[in-house]
C-alpha cells in the first residue's frame, strides 16, 4: 500500500466574511485580496512541509494545477516540483498534474515533465488531468465541446515526443509541429507512470484501463461518495478484462490524527470549516461549463463534486457531519486505522492520497498531523496489498547513482 | 400545420430536423443559444406570403452532423448546402442570437445566395464596455431571470418550459447542456470570430431587431452591428429581452413584414 502527502496550497487569509461577500473562490475571486507577502510565508512553509512529510517515509509529495484559485495556488506545479525535486530524494514526485490540453504546444509538458524525471533521478509521476471545468473552460479558455479531443491529441502527442527516438513531424487538428524531437527524455522507459485525476467523464475509466493507466478520483467529499466513481472505474476495468490490481487506483482522502478522538475536534475543527466553507465556495455556474461533461456522463447521473448538487449537500455541516458523512476520516490513530482500512479496501484502491494540511491549517499541527499519521497509521497498514506488484510507481536510479544537492561552491 | 421532415445531407453525415409551412417566397429562421424542438407559433404571421422553413441547428435536439463543423466558415457552407437542398433560391433569412450571427457570416461570405437580412440581438462582436451576461457561466434559474423582460410573465406565459416529472427533467439538463455546447463550440470564450473583418462585404437589406431590454446582447450592439452593414436599420423592441419574438410576437411580427414586404 502506497500514502502519498498532497498539497492544495491554499491561501489563508481570506475574509472571514468570505463567502457573503464574494461570488467565488475560484476563476473570479479577486486578486487585490491575495497578499504576496504572505504568499511568500506560506509557498515557503508549504514546501517544508512536503520535504517533511518525504522525510517522514511517505511514498510520495504530490502537487496539483489550479488557476484563479485561492484554495490551490499552484498555477504551475512544476515549478514547486522542480524544487522538491532538489530537497528531497526518496520520495516520488506527484505531479497531479498538468492540464495537457492547456499547453500550447503540449510538448511543452513533454518537455518539463522529462526535466523533473532527469533531475529527480526518475522519480516522476506524470498526472494527465482534462482539468477542472473552472480551470481549463473559464480560466484558461478552452472550448468544453472540443477539449477531451484536444486533451487526447495532446496525450498522443507526448506520448510519441518522450517514445520515439528520432525527429518526427505532427500533423494534428489542434497542433502542426514539423519537427518533434524532445530533449531532454525521461530516465523513466519507456515514460513515467501516467496517472489520470478524474471525476468528470465515464470515458475516462476505459481510456485509462485500455492504456494501462492509474485512475485517481480527487475526492473532497470522502470515500462514501467516492465509492459511486470507483465502482464505475472498477466495473470499467472488470469489463476490459484486465486484472484488477489496486495499485491501479488511487483516492483523496481529507484526514486528520490527534491523540484522542476528542483532541482531533478540538485541533482541526476550524481548519475544516475553513476548508469547507470558504475554500469550495464556488459559483455553482463555474461548476460545470456546458459541454464539459459528456452526454454520456450527464445521462449516467455523474454530479460535479462542485455543482450545486454538491453545494447543497455540504450546506451548514459542522464537524460531526463530515465525520459521519465520511468527507473526513478523523480521530485517534486508531480510529484513523481502522476507518482507512476500511476505506482502502472498499475502494480497492493502492494509493491513497492524503489531504492531512486543509484550509488554513497552521505548521505545527500540519507536521503534528504529519508525523502522527506516519508512525502511528502508515506502518500499520502499509502491508496492505502486498500480493500485488505496483507498476505504476517511478522506478528511479539506485541509491548510489542519485545525485545529492551539494552547498555552492563545494565539491563532493 | 406545419410539416416535420428530416433531411439528410452529405451522405447523411448530416441529420438535420425541419418544419416547414405557408406557400410563397422562401423565408429561413435559424434558431439562437435555446434551440428549436418544434414549429414556433410566431411564425405562423408569415405563411400566408412566405414558404417559411426552420431547421433546427446540429448539436441541438436530435439533429446531427456537429462533428464536420469547427467554425463559422464550416456553418456557412453548410447552410448554403442546406438552402440548396431545400430548393431555396435567394430566401431571406431571420436568425436568432447564434443563428444571427450565423445568417451574418454566410452573407457575408455569399452576398448573392441572401435576399433580405433580420438579424435579431445576433452575436458575433464584443465590446469591453458592455459585454453582456456569460450565458455559460449562470445556472438554469439564472438564465430564466436575465433571459427576458418580465421572467415572471415568461413563465406565467409558458415560454419557459418547466420540467415537471423526473424524466423531463432528466431530458431538460441533458437538452440544456448540448444546446450550450453547441452554442459554446462556436462562440467560446468570447463571440468575437472576426466578423467584423467580414461583415462590409454583406449586400444583402439589413434589419436588426433588438430587445430593449435584452441582458444577453445588450442594445448597444445594435449600433456596432449597423455602422459595419451598409444601409442596415435599427428596429427596437419595448418590453422585450434576449427573445423579442417570443416576448412581444405582435410587435416584433408586424416590424419584420414590414421590412419583408
Known amino acids: 500500500m502506497k500514502f502519498h502527502w498532497f498539497h492544495l496550497m491554499p491561501y489563508q487569509e481570506l475574509p472571514k466574511d468570505f463567502s457573503e461577500k464574494y461570488h467565488s473562490v475560484w476563476v473570479d475571486v479577486p486578486s487585490h485580496l491575495f497578499d504576496p507577502v504572505a504568499g511568500h510565508r506560506f509557498y515557503n512553509e508549504y514546501l517544508d512541509e512536503l520535504e517533511f512529510a518525504a522525510e517522514s517515509g511517505f511514498d510520495g509529495i504530490c502537487v496539483n494545477e489550479h488557476h484563479q484559485n485561492a484554495y490551490g495556488m499552484m498555477p504551475s506545479p512544476n515549478i514547486m516540483a522542480a524544487s522538491l525535486a532538489r530537497t528531497t530524494s526518496k520520495a516520488a514526485i506527484v505531479v497531479l498534474g498538468n492540464s495537457i490540453a492547456l499547453y500550447n504546444p503540449p510538448i511543452r509538458v513533454a518537455e518539463e515533465f522529462g526535466m523533473l524525471d532527469v533531475i529527480s533521478g526518475g522519480r516522476l509521476v506524470a498526472g494527465f488531468p482534462v482539468g477542472s471545468s473552472m480551470d481549463v473552460n473559464y480560466c484558461y479558455g478552452a472550448t468544453p465541446a472540443t477539449l477531451r479531443e484536444k486533451y487526447r491529441e495532446a496525450h498522443d502527442l507526448i506520448i510519441r515526443a518522450w517514445t520515439e527516438p528520432e525527429p518526427f513531424a505532427f500533423n494534428g487538428k489542434y497542433t502542426q509541429l514539423r519537427y518533434v524531437n524532445l530533449w531532454p527524455r525521461p530516465i523513466q522507459k519507456p515514460h513515467p507512470p501516467i496517472w489520470v485525476p478524474g471525476g468528470g467523464s465515464i470515458e475516462t475509466w476505459s481510456w485509462v484501463g485500455e492504456r494501462d493507466y492509474q485512475y485517481s478520483y480527487l475526492s473532497y467529499s470522502g470515500y462514501k461518495r467516492g465509492e459511486d466513481v470507483m465502482k464505475g472505474y472498477w466495473d470499467a476495468i472488470d469489463h476490459l478484462g484486465v486484472d484488477n490490481n489496486p495499485y491501479r487506483g488511487g483516492f483523496l482522502q481529507l484526514v486528520a490524527v490527534a491523540d484522542t478522538d476528542a483532541q482531533a475536534e478540538k485541533l482541526y475543527s476550524p481548519h475544516i470549516d475553513y476548508f469547507y466553507d470558504k475554500c469550495l465556495h464556488i459559483a455553482p455556474g463555474f461548476a460545470d461549463a456546458p459541454g464539459y461533461r459528456t452526454v454520456a456522463t450527464i445521462k449516467a447521473g455523474l454530479q460535479s463534486q462542485f455543482g450545486s448538487q454538491a453545494r447543497s449537500l455540504r450546506a451548514g455541516l459542522k464537524w460531526k457531519d463530515y465525520i459521519d458523512g465520511g468527507f473526513v476520516v478523523a480521530g485517534s490513530p486508531a480510529t484513523v486505522r481502522e476507518q482507512l482500512k476500511d476505506v482502502i479496501e472498499r475502494l480497492h484502491v493502492g494509493h491513497l492520497m492524503l489531504l492531512l494540511h486543509f484550509g488554513d491549517l497552521p505548521r505545527d499541527k500540519t507536521l503534528h498531523n504529519t508525523d502522527l499519521f506516519a508512525r502511528e497509521v502508515m506502518p500499520h497498514l502499509k502491508g496492505m496489498w502486498s500480493e500485488w506488484d505496483d507498476k505504476w510507481f517511478p522506478q528511479s536510479l539506485g541509491e548510489q547513482e542519485v545525485q545529492q544537492p551539494a552547498a555552492a561552491g563545494t565539491s563532493r | ?261
Open chain 2, 1 to 261: 400545420m406545419a410539416q416535420a421532415k428530416t433531411i439528410s445531407l452529405r451522405r447523411g453525415a448530416f441529420k438535420i430536423k425541419t418544419w416547414s409551412a405557408g406557400s410563397g417566397r422562401p423565408l429561413l429562421y435559424l434558431h439562437g443559444i435555446d434551440g428549436l424542438n418544434g414549429w414556433p407559433s410566431w411564425l405562423d404571421g408569415f405563411t400566408g406570403a412566405w414558404r417559411v422553413v426552420a431547421p433546427q441547428q446540429p448539436g441541438f435536439g436530435s439533429s446531427t452532423g456537429l462533428d464536420h463543423l469547427e467554425s463559422f466558415l464550416d456553418l456557412s457552407l453548410f447552410y448554403l448546402d442546406l438552402i440548396e437542398a431545400l430548393g431555396m433560391e435567394r430566401p431571406a433569412i431571420i436568425g436568432h442570437g447564434l443563428g444571427g450571427n450565423i445568417a451574418a457570416e454566410l452573407a457575408a461570405i455569399n452576398p448573392h445566395a441572401v435576399d433580405k437580412l433580420v438579424l435579431v440581438a445576433p452575436t458575433g462582436l464584443w465590446n469591453d464596455e458592455d459585454p453582456g451576461v456569460d450565458v455559460f457561466a449562470i445556472t438554469e434559474p439564472e438564465m430564466t431571470k436575465i433571459a427576458w423582460h418580465d421572467p415572471e410573465g415568461a413563465v406565467k406565459r409558458g415560454l419557459v418550459k418547466i420540467p415537471k416529472t423526473d424524466n423531463q427533467k432528466r431530458a431538460a439538463i441533458l437538452d440544456r447542456a448540448k444546446a450550450l455546447s453547441t452554442a459554446g463550440k462556436f462562440l467560446w470564450p468570447i463571440p468575437d470570430k472576426g466578423l467584423d473583418r467580414r461583415a462590409y462585404r454583406i449586400t444583402a437589406p439589413t434589419l436588426l431587431v433588438w430587445g430593449a431590454s435584452d441582458k444577453i446582447v445588450p442594445p448597444s450592439y445594435a449600433p456596432l452591428f449597423r455602422k459595419l452593414i451598409a444601409g442596415s436599420k435599427v428596429v427596437r423592441i419595448p418590453r422585450a429581452g434576449h427573445s423579442p419574438m417570443l416576448e412581444q410576437p405582435g410587435r416584433f411580427v408586424a416590424a419584420v413584414k414590414e421590412f419583408l414586404t
